[in-house]
């Protein structure tokens, strides 16, 4: 895969990470700078009813809510059958944004090192209003103007390719629970140019990023899936890694060491997706028995997983400054885990083969333990590893932070992000339905389409390499 | 991806590419043993009426063709939109099967030399009745023997695993203008045991097998698709290449030498994805303006394209000697063609970004020319590059062959193979939806769902390098 030619590209990738002290800004500024953010964006986000709600309503010809333009995205309802997992048959509303969007991140060398140009930007779902976004977060509506509001700033630089150099250029997927295929487009793009200044965006390393998402809710889930994509290349160190960090950089190098071959996981994910079927049929919200929908909300009639919401929503940098829409609100906490194993001498991640409904291709490779919504310690739900996880010791624990979903779509939604190093008597062997991979085997995949979930990506993300 | 690990495979499909004289049954003798086959097996196919199909019948209610399992696959109508190509929007007839078969080949090592166990095989639309095929191809209605028929021969070393050593297991895609998100896992497992002769197998290198893809629909589609996806390993070996065959295996082999960097080729592919939409939306096939259902047949009313016919078969060495299904039979005959030019010393191909309604992810690669039914030379058609492989000179053809469709579901389907080696003045620059790779970017595509189409496979599976 003309490792020679893109060498140059992720060694500049490896040392962005491993950089924190040649940043332009230091760390402690940019916490300073999400702070004065904060105060000087004007944000307010009010319940409002369907009723009230000028370019949303129920089509009643489909059953669905949607946009009087047809644009942006709807909340649809959707019958599954499958026989993966323990429910056969179900039907829930799901969001249906067939639009494929932009987060892309302009990325420039400061002395020798790559930084990153990071927005401060204010969903209306944030639980904290400011997260750190990438460059550019806009779906085709947004920069097609759908809205009638001014272009998304630096739209430009993704959209002619002569005047930037391509870094990263993926398809990723988002929640298979919440959306139906939704996918968006994971760019990164180099310029030599200089930007004037501008309060709402500020250039940091990956380090930096990396360092910020050791916070709860800092970095969002735009930025975290653009950044999972990011290559390191392969090498074979074999030194002895000094640290978890160390161990994760070199389980990101690591070479011909891996437990199982990548043909070989190709082969056992192929078994899967056989294995396990996936049917997806339309249907209208209000056929859907155990949901409700009232002029307030969406919900389902025992109060389980989401519900979704109207909001009246007014933010004062936006291109576009005051709007309405639905937002979807989680019942509860989730919880997504990765436990990781040094074998072989190499750190590697146990990996689900997961089937959820808006998936793309039938499954995707998600956390060792993923459960969106609450209500996940219940002993009917019987997740493998969970209880693992949940009783880890402190000095197994090498991540523990809250992190939010995407802030445009979901209303104050976090999940615990948890990274668990299993010890010595951790079995290898596992259920057919999950496999242990290094870093590296998980990246070569995640430059394909639908292979890794927005949740491992997630997770992937934060790991820190120095 | 643990090149070291897999550089052994690779080296032995290529050793069993490169010999022909190492084979067990001298290629002559396969000729002959296909000759006595045509002679001994008996096959009667005869057009009958939809009203006499005793399992077959329309649906009412959704106004498609199905059996009355549920089972095998069905003709459905579909709507499409796109923003792809000279129409917007059409309604057609499509084959729709959502369960993923085996294509699947027994290896076995004789003398030093991989050899794949070869299936003699009849299927109701094959133009010349016996075709080689893999040891292996059934349907999961097959395999699971919806049709109370015997189970089929050799199933067993592909449904357990432990028995035999993987060596490829994908899924790859099927024709995308005819099946509805249809996919086979195309398999080659390798075993050490001796199994008794029967008259319908035959060991062959797969030198043998390329040819004998020499000959007008002497090897089936199911076995050209397994063939297409060998890897051949990774290589920067800068030896002129004395003949075609040789600069095909250099670009089989060819590391960083390729015209575009991998990562560059996967940038270029999303931004393809992200600019065209596929809609497709199911209908009732009586309901499609352009097409006509009759007892007879189901056919455009114009005559284009293809018609659906009803047939009774009977097939003497099958699981199941008699039965009836639908098959579709095209209006004429496909062409297809890849034009190859040497760029910085290395063979590569021109690559067509192509969509068709049946896609599962919207585009597939396809090769520079892909004008499935009749009509393509009409100048109201101007498909790109098409003149060019028309008029190209009698030493620039590489290839010229005419392979059969799958003959399970198309009746005497052939397509016109074409491979033209472009001169010195045939131009770098090329429309948007084209793109040079080299043989290698292209296997590596193919490791991952749903990038080379069936088309571009088939022409690829025919490369000799020896």
């Known amino acids: 895969m003309n490792a020679a030619m893109s060498a140059s590209k992720e060694a500049r990738f490896l040392k962005s990470a491993l950089d924190e002290r040649g940043a332009r800004t230091?760390?402690?500024?940019?916490?300073?700078?999400?702070?004065?953010?904060?105060?000087?964006?004007?944000?307010?986000?009010?319940?409002t009813r369907l009723s009230q709600m000028r370019d949303w309503a129920l089509d009643d010809a489909t059953g669905r809510?949607?946009?009087?333009?047809?644009?942006?995205?709807?909340?649809?309802?959707?019958?599954?059958?499958?026989?993966?997992?323990?429910?056969?048959?179900?039907?829930?509303?799901?969001?249906?944004?067939?639009e494929i969007g932009f987060l892309g991140c302009l990325a420039r060398e400061f002395d020798g090192v790559l930084h990153f140009l990071i927005q401060a930007k204010v969903e209306p779902g944030n639980v904290n209003c400011?997260?750190?976004?990438?460059?550019?977060?806009?779906?085709?509506?947004?920069?097609?103007?759908?809205?009638?509001?001014?272009?998304?700033?630096?739209?430009?630089?993704?959209?002619?390719?002569?005047?930037?150099?391509?870094?990263?250029?993926?398809?990723?997927?988002?929640?298979?629970?919440?959306?139906?295929?939704?996918?968006?487009?994971?760019?990164?793009?180099e310029i030599d140019e200089d930007l004037p200044p501008d309060p709402d965006f500020a250039w940091l390393t990956l380090g930096q990023i990396k360092h910020l998402m050791a916070d709860d809710n800092l970095v969002n889930m735009d930025l975290r899936t653009v950044v999972s994509g990011i290559p390191f290349g392969q090498d074979d160190v074999r030194r002895e890694p000094a640290s978890f960090a160390e161990a994760m950089r070199a389980s990101a190098l690591a070479g011909p060491r891996a437990l199982m071959a990548f043909d070989d996981l190709i082969s056992w994910f192929t078994g899967q997706k056989v294995r396990y079927e996936l049917q997806v049929t339309p249907c209208d919200l209000r056929a859907i028995a155990d949901w409700e929908l009232t002029d307030d909300e969406l919900r389902h009639r025992q109060g389980r997983f989401f519900r979704v919401i109207w909001v009246d929503v007014e933010i004062s940098n936006r291109e576009v400054t005051a709007w309405q829409q639905?937002?979807?609100?989680?019942?509860?906490?989730?919880?997504?885990?990765?436990?990781?194993?040094?074998?072989?001498?190499?750190h590697h991640f146990l990996v689900q083969a997961k089937l959820e409904c808006g998936n793309f291709d039938v499954l995707e490779f998600a956390p060792t333990v993923q459960c969106i919504t609450g209500r996940y310690d219940k002993p009917e739900w019987n997740v493998p590893f969970l209880d693992y996880v949940l009783n880890a010791r402190?000095?197994?624990?090498?991540?523990?932070?809250?992190?939010?979903?995407?802030?445009?779509?979901?209303?104050?939604e976090q999940n615990r992000n948890l990274l668990v190093e299993a010890d010595e008597s951790f079995p290898v062997a596992c259920p057919e339905n999950y496999q242990w991979m290094t870093l590296n085997q998980l990246l070569t995949f995640g430059r394909f389409n639908n292979?890794?979930?927005?949740?491992?990506?997630?997770?992937?993300?934060t790991l820190r390499f120095a």
């Open 451 to 461: 292979y890794l979930n927005i949740q491992a990506r997630s997770l992937l993300s």
């Open 326 to 346: 639905p937002l979807v609100e989680p019942v509860g906490e989730g919880l997504l885990a990765f436990v990781v194993k040094r074998i072989h001498g190499v």
């Open 394 to 412: 402190p000095d197994q624990i090498r991540y523990d932070v809250r992190q939010s979903e995407e802030g445009g779509r979901f209303y104050r």
């Open 26 to 47: 230091p760390t402690e500024d940019v916490r300073a700078w999400l702070a004065a953010r904060n105060r000087d964006v004007g944000v307010r986000v009010a319940r």
């Open 130 to 189: 400011v997260q750190l976004s990438p460059t550019l977060q806009a779906t085709k509506s947004n920069y097609t103007r759908v809205h009638h509001g001014k272009s998304p700033k630096h739209l430009e630089w993704f959209l002619d390719r002569a005047r930037a150099r391509v870094l990263l250029d993926q398809l990723q997927s988002e929640q298979g629970a919440r959306f139906l295929h939704k996918r968006n487009r994971n760019v990164i793009v």
């Open 65 to 98: 809510i949607r946009h009087a333009s047809g644009k942006f995205f709807s909340i649809d309802g959707i019958r599954v059958a499958t026989n993966w997992g323990a429910h056969p048959e179900w039907a829930q509303p799901i969001i249906n944004q067939p």
